[in-house]
């Protein structure tokens, strides 16, 4: 099991950019794989983006490709999303997840596949 603790939420106008992190706890975090989800008010949480345990493999929801990236980073036990052309339809809690993939390269983009979760960041972008 890991702790997942998301920081970097914010207030940005459209067109900005922000980096959330989510710092893991737990020596095991480099054999997850990971995600990032978001929830807006009122709707469903949504995949973000998926990364593998090694960084190799990711994956984006469709509307975030070309503007976000995932990254990992498991010698500092974190997990990133670098979100760039940011939209007043960006804003949402996002919360980061993981799941133990026993080193495989699998790649989980739905939610029910996470057993770890962490409170989630306030993002919110302005027009």
């Known amino acids: 099991q890991v702790q997942l603790v998301e920081s970097g939420g914010g207030l940005v106008q459209a067109g900005g950019s922000l980096r959330l992190s989510c710092a893991a706890s737990?020596?095991?975090?480099?054999?997850?794989?990971m995600g990032w989800f978001r929830q807006a008010p009122g709707k469903e949480r949504e995949f973000v983006a998926a990364?593998?345990?090694?960084?190799?493999?990711?994956s984006y929801a469709e509307s975030m490709k070309g503007r976000f990236t995932i990254s990992r980073d498991n010698a500092k036990n974190t997990l990133y999303l670098q979100m760039n052309s940011l939209k007043p339809e960006d804003t949402a809690v996002y919360y980061c997840?993981?799941?133990?993939?026993?080193?495989?390269?699998?790649?989980?983009?739905?939610?029910?596949?996470?057993?770890?979760w962490g409170q989630g960041t306030q993002v919110t972008v302005s027009s």
């Open positions: 737990g020596r095991t975090f480099s054999s997850y794989a």
């Open positions: 990364i593998s345990w090694s960084g190799s493999t990711t």
């Open positions: 997840a993981g799941t133990p993939t026993y080193y495989s390269d699998s790649l989980y983009l739905r939610g029910r596949d996470y057993g770890n």
